[in-house]
């Protein structure tokens, strides 16, 4: 844990470093002062959590297959095939709805359908059968879906089109580093979780459902800057 912690510590101060250089320089590699924009560091925000939910999930989600039911690593992988499925299906539809409603807007239906889907795999058992699992994911996967192409697609709304190439590169780093951050989180959760109940299946399951809370909480406050940035777009109509 401390060890996590430490090397945490020293990627955000090298990423504080390399902003506060940015931020002051006269030619920018990156032009992080667009962040200062109230609508650009809601959607950063969006897609740093985005980050975090996408790719910090994935270090946790095959334990409940794989020591939980202690199925094969070929039937996990296929098992947990519907949150990508989910994930593809809803990325065209996000963007449409994107257009039509507003990131913000889209983003609070995405992030209480992510928490939904979320807190029902922390409630879930080993009793449970395989095909509700899979529908739980595939109703994650659509939500994960709606967090991420709106918050890009409203960060590039908001620029000129000479720094759009700045924006991009800026949002990717920051979904980036929100994966990195989320899977240390997680898995520290997982592991102080299982720790603390005696090894085996009910251990795995236990660290299951407290990373998964932990998500939850996550996508929980992501409505803060997401009805902040549906206000903020009802008002520019």
Excluded at 135 to 142: D, E, K, W, Y
Excluded at 177 to 189: D, E, M, R, Y
Aim: positive net charge.
């Amino acid at each position: 844990l401390a060890k996590t912690a430490a090397l945490l510590g020293l990627g955000a101060a090298l990423l504080l470093s390399f902003a506060l250089y940015a931020r002051w320089s006269s030619h920018p590699i990156l032009k992080v002062g667009l962040l200062s924009h109230s609508g650009i560091a809601y959607a950063a925000l969006i897609y740093f959590v985005a980050g975090f939910i996408t790719f910090g999930a994935q270090i946790v989600l095959p334990i409940y297959f794989l020591k939980v039911r202690n199925y094969d690593p070929d039937l996990t992988g296929l098992l947990l095939l519907p949150q990508a499925i989910g994930i593809a299906v809803g990325l065209p539809i996000s963007g449409l709805l994107t257009d039509r409603y507003g990131a913000g807007r889209v983003v609070v239906i995405g992030a209480t359908f992510t928490a939904l889907g979320t807190a029902a795999l922390a409630l879930i058992q080993t009793s449970q059968p395989d095909w509700l699992f899979m529908a739980i994911l595939s109703l994650r996967g659509l939500g994960i879906s709606t967090l991420s192409t709106p918050g890009l697609t409203k960060a590039i709304s908001l620029v000129e089109r000479d720094d759009v190439q700045n924006i991009i590169p800026i949002m990717n780093v920051t979904n980036r580093f929100g994966g990195t951050v989320g899977t240390a989180l997680i898995f520290v959760a997982y592991t102080l979780s299982s720790e603390a109940v005696p090894a085996g299946p009910q251990a795995a399951l236990t660290g299951f459902h407290a990373a998964h809370w932990l998500m939850v909480a996550c996508l929980v406050a992501l409505l803060i800057p997401s009805l902040a940035l549906a206000r903020s777009e009802s008002r520019s109509v």
